[in-house]
């Protein structure tokens, strides 16, 4: 079989690059390995799909800090207001929800997934399912790629090839790692492999004990440290107290600074703190407090956070709960809410890639044209998605970032294919 442009996984940046393919004339040829397409798609934004972050170019650049600035070009060309157009265009009604996130009115992933693979259909991108990719075809000098070796089957030939398979988290939809060893066939350098957006996991007692699992927080600022107290990073946003350490938002959008930093640093653990009332100062607390000097110390921390937390923090202090406020010192008040503004956790790693929801690491972008997402190395071989070194936090980041670099390899691997 030939092709002008073959296209190697069906998922989120593998179906945006057949469409954008097939619709400069390309012959386009998509091949999966599962039974169906999109299985992933089907998984984002809780089952509803965060198609996109309707922020600014340079907003979506600053939220994807695995390389990030690589997309510049590609974001010139598409950008997060051309995914929406894509969609709405085609009948797909988006709703902008809580910082830019955009998700489809009928909540149901399914419908992105449907109108992907309608107009996959429309612009007649031939699909094959169940067909297993064992590794690349090379030209005799191996300076360009010429189609596909598939399992049971005899090779796939064309004048593109993009490779579009994903990296290794949730390897349920499919993602199993298998484009890393086709890119280092063709000579491509793969960063090391981690995980981002995955739950922290810790040792500390409050943890082991289970004392405070289950208990969530609303709005807290998380930072992370290095080993000489200097700030790595910082985010504001909701998390949760689990059984293994900690998840949520703010928690999830640290775990990949985490892990690139025990990396690095060889240290065995990473020190962070909560802020539980960002919005105040240790200043304004005692105050607060004063007005109230006559109420118990675990009422007045109930204002600011779950019960159970603080008694939690009166422990580590050693004041009692029942204890009223206007009995502390000064430099027992000045302790408290010390502890309330930067309550200590660690964490010695997350959770591993195949449950973290981004993949970290992959095709180093040096060795790929960020204008058309070809190999600088192959000729005629394109990347696109979660493969690529890439990667950024939820909240429409990453879906961005997958549709953008899959319009673009489909774009330009069309327009090779005819030059050739």
Known sequence: ??????????????????????????????????????????????????????????????????????????????????????????????????????????????????????EAKNVGVTIQTKAVVEGLVFSDDKQSVTGIKVKDQPPIYGKSVILAVGGRAYPGAGSTGDGYGFAKSAGHTIQRLYPTEAPILSNDSFIKDRSLQGVSLRDVLITLYDKNNKVITQHQMDMIFTHKGYSGPAILRTSGHLNQYLHRSKEPFAHLSIDLTPQETIKSLNEDAQNKRDKELLTLLKQWMPERLALVILNQVRLKPDQPYRQLTPPQEEMLWQQVKSFNITGYGTEPIEKGFVTGGGVTTDEVEPKTMESKLVEGLYFCGELLDINGYTGGYNITAAFVTGAIAGQYASWDSFGR
Request: aromatic share 6%; proline share 2%; glycine share 12%.
């Open 1 to 118: 079989m030939q092709y002008d442009v073959i296209v190697v996984g069906g998922g989120t940046s593998g179906l945006m690059a057949a469409i954008h393919s097939a619709q400069q004339g390309a012959s386009t040829i998509l091949v999966e390995k599962n039974r169906v397409l999109g299985r992933k798609i089907l998984l984002t934004g809780g089952g509803r799909c965060n198609v996109t972050n309707r922020t600014t170019v340079q907003g979506l650049v600053d939220h994807i800090p695995g390389n990030g600035k690589f997309l510049y070009s590609a974001l010139s060309q598409f950008n997060q207001e051309d995914i929406v157009h894509f969609f709405e265009s085609r009948g797909v009604k988006l709703k902008e929800e809580d910082h830019g996130r955009m998700f489809p009115v009928t909540n149901k992933a399914r419908t992105i997934l449907d109108a992907l693979l309608e």
